[in-house]
């Protein structure tokens, strides 16, 4: 079983600032298989990356995916107010087929 | 503009059979480049996966809750279902159904680009 660990699980930042939060794998993913996701409060996640690093329609480029292997990043390069959600990193790969991390808190310091 | 929209009751007995349906809209749940899935998240906690179809009926399981879980789909209804028996208190979550891109060998995919805003069941009695 992969299991995805995010770290860290709270980011206290201020508006302007730049976020770097990790996912790391128990296992080697393909990076066809790795996405990124937004959650506020009393909403359904919303696709941010796809395939490690490719941006889902309409998300601005201020959100950037990267790494391979057990290695994977989001960067969110100057926060604006509306960034401070939960973020969840999602592979595909052996059972379970599909997983999630255990999310990164970014709120406002 | 495509949309999916859970349905079924917020409360469940438990030891019962939690029963939910996810209807889509805005595009057809026969197309082979997507499968159908039901993802959880308790009160205050991360996300689930449950399991997926495809059109055909394929279905593809979390281990964790396979013995429990049935998903299914009806084509000409354009839904897909979601029936996980024995609920215990454990149970109780935000239901998701979303879709989950497929596509070419090499290319970027098993990821959720829609998702519908989800249900809350609780298992109590």
């Known amino acids: 079983e992969i299991v995805l660990t995010q770290s860290p699980g709270t980011l206290s930042l201020s508006p302007g600032e730049r976020a770097t939060l990790s996912c790391r794998a128990s296992?080697?993913?393909?990076?066809?298989?790795l996405a990124w996701y937004q959650q506020k409060p009393g909403q359904a996640p919303r696709l941010l990356i796809y395939?490690?690093?490719s941006r889902a329609t309409g998300i601005p480029d201020r959100f950037s995916g990267s790494g391979s292997g057990t290695d994977f990043t989001l960067t969110i390069s100057r926060l604006e107010p509306e960034d401070f959600a939960v973020y969840y990193c999602?592979?595909?790969?052996?059972?379970?087929?599909?997983?999630f991390g255990g999310g990164t808190k970014v709120e406002i310091k | 503009q495509l949309q999916l929209q859970e349905s079924g009751p917020g409360l469940v007995k438990p030891s019962e059979t939690l029963s939910l349906t996810c209807t889509v809209s805005?595009?057809?749940?026969?197309?082979?480049?997507?499968?159908w899935g039901w993802i959880r998240q308790p009160p205050g906690k991360g996300l689930e996966w449950i399991g997926s179809?495809?059109?055909?009926?394929?279905?593809y399981y979390n281990p964790s809750l396979k013995s429990r879980v049935t998903i299914s789909v009806d084509t000409s209804k354009n839904q897909f279902s979601l029936k996980l028996s024995s609920v215990t208190a454990a149970d109780t979550a935000v239901y998701y159904c979303?879709?989950?891109?497929?596509?070419?060998?090499?290319?970027?995919?098993?990821?959720?680009?829609?998702w519908g805003q989800g249900t809350l069941v609780t298992v109590s009695s």
């Open positions: 979303a879709r989950l891109r497929d596509g070419v060998d090499g290319a970027a995919k098993y990821y959720f680009d829609y």
């Open positions: 805005g595009g057809s749940i026969s197309s082979s480049s997507y499968y």
């Open positions: 179809i495809y059109y055909s009926g394929s279905t």
């Open positions: 296992q080697s993913v393909s990076s066809s298989y």
């Open positions: 395939g490690a690093s």
């Open positions: 999602q592979q595909y790969g052996s059972s379970p087929l599909l997983t």
